[in-house]
Each structure stands twice: as C-alpha cells, then as structure tokens.
C-alpha cells in the first residue's frame, strides 16, 4: 500500500506558478506509477499529468500541455508538478494518486489517493 500527501497549493495570480509536491509512503513506491487529477466545483474529477513507473515516461492534459510539468524522485519518494503560466480554469483541487494499472488516464483505475490540495488562480 502507499499513503499519500499533497502540498503546494495556494492563491496565486493569472501567469504565475505553483509547485505542487506529493509525498508518498512507501517501500515499493518506484514501481507506481504516479498521476496528478483535479476537480473544479460542480464538474467531475479530470486528469492533469502521468509519470509512468516503468521509464518515467509523461502524458498530459491538452489543457496543461506545455505549461505544467510532472517529474518524480524515487530515491525521496516524492511527485512533483510544476506549473506555469495560470490559468482561472485552472482552478481546482488537486490530487495525486498511485496506480499498479496500465490504464493511466482515468481516476478510476487509481487505487491509491491523497486528500488533495486547493489551487486558485485569480485574473
């Protein structure tokens, strides 16, 4: 099993940048791969980024791509997602979560989750 925790999130104004951090528990974490979703109010929970345990390959929303980034250190346990260039819309909390699966995209396939953190871009 894995425990996660996020933190990093915060008020910030359209074009600037927050580091999301996700701190995971673990012995076995280098072989989850390791995803960040979000849920704004009222809409359903989306994907944001993927970092595949195999070959630290990435995948991401069109929404984010190009301005946020996901990286992982396996020897701190940790996933990060940067991101750059705020949007409003990019207001949301913020999860992180862990899967075995090889389906990466969908929240449903994700076992493991953290309590998720708030993200507001003012414009």
């Known amino acids: 099993q894995v425990q996660l925790v996020e933190s990093g999130g915060g008020l910030v104004q359209a074009g600037g940048s927050l580091r999301l951090s996700c701190a995971a528990s673990g012995r076995t974490f280098s072989r989850y791969t390791m995803a960040w979703f979000r849920q704004a109010p009222g809409k359903e929970r989306e994907f944001v980024a993927v970092i595949r345990w195999s070959d630290n390959s990435t995948t991401y929303a069109d929404s984010v791509k190009g301005r946020f980034t996901i990286s992982r250190d396996n020897a701190k346990n940790t996933v990060t997602l940067q991101m750059n260039s705020l949007k409003p819309e990019d207001t949301a909390v913020y999860y992180c979560?862990?899967?075995?699966?090889?389906?990466?995209?969908?929240?449903?396939?994700?076992?493991?989750w953290g309590q998720g953190t708030q993200v507001t871009v003012s414009s």
């Open positions: 979560a862990a899967t075995l699966g090889v389906i990466v995209t969908r929240s449903l396939y994700y076992g493991y």
